[in-house]
């Protein structure tokens, strides 16, 4: 059964901070996604990783995937309030078909 | 339409009823996924179309659960004898096929009382 850990769970942190959020998965994974959500919201997709190596960005946030590893990492990078979100990643298992395997999510706060 | 729409967007039921969640995917798309999705937590899978058919029904919890796409297009899940462990969101995301990015729409929030 795969599994997908993120950590941290919450996250707290100044603006014009740094930080890196990291989501471990357990099995083969031919494909890693990064989604925000924001309160009372759906998900809105951030980042496809569909091979190892894979290195994403838009604008302040940039996602990595390193498939030997099981690691993913989203990096924020001179964080604004805007951010202020719960981060989920996903795995899709290379037998499983279609479906997507989440984390639990990592609730960011960015304080002013 | 321009995303994916889920209604209804509340629903309150009483424990032993039946409930009928719809979901309208984006226009072409003939991937379409049930999740829930419970309180802090991340979606967990229900249920897979590709087109009208369920590809993956591996995630239903049980025979309670049922999900319909008779025409590749709408959707419907049907929850009978509902239980208080039901209560979630449950998301539809709607996608162009297989392995492409999922496009959620808002859920519909479930509470059975």
């Known amino acids: 059964e795969l599994k997908v850990e993120q950590n941290p769970l919450f996250l707290s942190m100044q603006e014009g901070k740094n930080y890196t959020i990291y989501c471990n998965y357990s099995t083969t994974s031919d494909r890693l996604y990064w989604y925000r959500q924001d309160p009372g919201k759906s998900l809105e997709s951030l980042f496809v990783?569909?091979?190892?190596?894979a290195v994403k960005q838009e604008g302040r946030l940039m996602a990595s995937l390193d498939t030997k590893a099981r690691l993913s990492t989203l990096h924020i990078t001179a964080a604004v309030h805007d951010l202020s979100a719960t981060y989920f990643c996903a795995v899709g298992e290379e037998t499983s078909g279609s479906r997507l395997t989440f984390g639990e999510g990592t609730q960011l706060t960015v304080n002013p | 339409g321009a995303g994916v729409s889920q209604t209804p967007s509340n629903k309150v039921t009483e424990k032993g009823k039946y409930v009928e969640l719809r979901c309208d995917p984006i226009s072409g798309h003939t991937a379409l996924y049930w999740y829930r999705q419970s309180l802090g937590q991340g979606p967990e899978f229900l249920i897979y179309f590709q087109g009208t058919g369920a590809a993956d029904d591996s995630g239903l919890p049980n025979d309670r659960f049922f999900a319909v796409r008779p025409e590749g297009s709408v959707s419907t899940l049907k929850i009978q004898r509902t239980e208080r462990g039901d209560s979630a969101v449950y998301l539809c995301?709607?996608?162009?096929?297989?392995?492409?990015?999922?496009?959620f729409g808002s859920g519909t929030q479930l509470s059975v009382l």
């Open positions: 995301a709607s996608s162009w096929g297989p392995n492409e990015k999922l496009f």
């Open positions: 990783l569909l091979s190892n190596g």
